[in-house]
T-cell receptor, first 110, second 114 residues
């Protein structure tokens, strides 16, 4: 069964720093990998989706990479802002099934 | 125009009651899901329906019964509510037939069982 792990569980950085969030998965037979953001008391907002044939996706200050063979994905956030503070979740898709990581809680200090 | 909507947003009820949560998506997706997010924020899939057909049914007590009247709706009915059912329940949808298969989530329903 697919297991998804995110490290670190929590991260606190000063505003303006570049940072990397990590996601690892045990089964490389995935269809795609999706990064989400969850604000306190809110639902999940899709940030980026990388299909299994792709290596990376970019949206604004966000860049997500995927290395299927090593079972890893990273989410790079450039020039972090206080508004980036949230929990970031990765999910891998095996067709009909989605497996979620445990999340990284990010705090960007002004 | 909300893509995935859920009602109610908050639900507070006594142990032993029966309650329902409704979900609707207007994205034309073929698959809908119910997830439970516990107090530690871990998201676990409960059910998945593709074109009104149940395709994923994780180890969930049979007090939980999903119902999909059509492709755009997936409701969750819970019988004999227990304290441990308190959590946030999220509905989601995706187009599995698309290679993209991006999931979209509803705002969640916070269920509190007293």
């Amino acid at each position: 069964k697919q297991e998804v792990t995110q490290i670190p569980a929590a991260l606190s950085v000063p505003e303006g720093e570049n940072l990397v969030l990590n996601c690892s998965f045990t089964d490389s037979a995935i269809y795609n990998l999706q990064w989400f953001r969850q604000d306190p008391g809110k639902g999940l907002t899709s940030l980026l989706l990388i299909q299994s044939s792709q290596r990376e996706q970019t949206s604004g200050r966000l860049n997500a990479s995927l290395d299927k063979s090593s079972g890893r994905s990273t989410l790079y956030i450039a020039a972090s802002q206080p508004g980036d503070s949230a929990t970031y979740l990765c999910a891998v898709s095996g067709g009909n099934q989605f497996y979620f990581g445990t999340g990284t809680s990010l705090t960007v200090i002004p | 125009d909300t893509a995935v909507s859920q009602t109610p947003k908050y639900l507070v009820t006594q142990m032993g009651n029966d309650k329902s949560i409704k979900c609707e998506q207007n994205l034309g997706h073929d698959t809908m899901y119910w997830y439970k997010q516990d107090s530690k924020k871990f998201l676990k899939i409960m059910f998945s329906y593709n074109n009104k057909e149940l395709i994923i049914n994780e180890t969930v007590p049979n007090r939980f019964s999903p119902k999909s009247p059509d492709k755009a709706h997936l409701n969750l009915h819970i019988n004999s509510l227990e304290l441990g059912d308190s959590a946030v329940y999220f509905c989601a949808s995706s187009q599995v037939r698309s290679s993209y298969n991006e999931q979209f989530f509803g705002p969640g329903t916070r269920l509190t069982v007293l």
